[in-house]
Every structure is written in structure tokens, then in C-alpha cells.
């Protein structure tokens, strides 16, 4: 629950895309007890979750990598709309794995 809350005040802090990665580390580690690195935490979200958030996923790995290409998002507000609802489907995922 502490590890949920530090997802939403990341979000809130303007730092959406590690919050993505953060959640999917978070889901790694209670499906698989490992601790991945953010990239390959992102690369498990793009395995794990469904299509419709792939888009999300793709732009926080597209930031942790190279954070002067251009966006996948045209508005920032769809961006960070995006990543909290990631945010709060992997999470509660997460949790009931725990």
C-alpha cells in the first residue's frame, strides 16, 4: 500500500513516466519475486498488459531512453491521463497478487 501511494505522488509530481515503470517493477516483483531494471520492467508491462496500454508504456521507456525524441503523446494532459489510469490498473493488479 506505502509502494501505491509513492506511485500516486510521483504521478503527481509531474513524474508520470516513472511511475509507469515504477508500478510495472512493482507487478514484476510480486509475480516473479525478481527485481528488474525500470527498462525491462517496461518491457514486461508491453508483454504483461493489454494493448490499449502500450502507447503509455511505450513513452515512459521512450523517456528513460532517450528523453529529447519527440513525444508519442501530442497533449500532455492525454499523456498523464493515461499513465494514472496505468498507474491504477497495475497497481491494483499488483496488490492482488501480493
Request: some cysteine.
Amino acid at each position: 500500500v506505502d509502494a501505491l501511494n509513492d506511485l500516486r505522488e510521483r504521478h503527481a509530481a509531474g513524474k508520470s513516466d516513472e511511475a509507469v515503470l515504477a508500478v510495472c517493477r512493482l507487478h514484476y516483483l510480486l509475480a516473479t519475486w525478481r527485481i528488474p531494471s525500470k527498462s525491462a520492467a517496461g518491457l514486461y508491462g508491453l508483454i504483461t498488459f493489454e494493448g490499449r496500454w502500450r502507447r503509455i508504456l511505450d513513452e515512459a521507456l521512450r523517456l528513460r531512453r532517450a528523453p529529447g525524441s519527440p513525444s508519442l503523446y501530442q497533449e500532455a494532459d492525454a499523456c498523464r491521463r493515461d499513465a494514472r489510469a496505468f498507474v491504477e490498473m497495475a497497481a491494483a493488479d499488483a496488490l492482488s497478487l501480493a
